[in-house]
């Protein structure tokens, strides 16, 4: 079309569709944000510890399709030719499942101290240190990872075992543990001394 000739006007039936399509987005925009908010709520809660089961001393814990307990948290002694300024410990967990493929993803062992400073567990960790903190008679231990627990059979017991580097003295500690199914709710352990 030629630029000389003039622009056509809208008509009637042109505008309706405008208003509609004007209004169909203002109810489909925040349709949409209200969709991917609530997925987007519902991924933090999965990734966020919000909602603590305090566990007392000595008594085990239902979560996450297992009954878990926390056995204890040893350290290394000092001795001379080790750094004084720090040491490595073990918390040590015993998990039972309580069904076939209990879900087990995205574990996480923490240590809280008072002031609530965490520690987070060492992933590799040299052989000497388990074997100075293992005690005798102490089942081999594993990782906090999803093939130990899940494929477990219903009843048996395995032990978790999460190693950590922290200051001396040693601070009364508390074990914080989750799972990717069983969050935004965590166990937390009573404070306990180490061994």
Known sequence: MPSS???PIPGRSERRLRWIALASLLLLVPATMAATGWRDLREIRRTHELDAIDVPQGRPADYSGAKIQLVGINAIPFEPGLPEDRTFLRARLSV???????????CKIELIDAAGHA?????TVPDLVKRMLAKPGDAVGTICDGTAVSAAKPGSKIFIDAYYLVPRPIPELRVRMSTMEGRPAYLQFAASKTQ
């Open 5 to 7: 000739e003039p622009r």
């Open 96 to 106: 039972e499942p309580q069904h076939e493929d209990t879900p087990w993803l995205g």
């Open 119 to 123: 520690w987070t567990a060492i992933e």
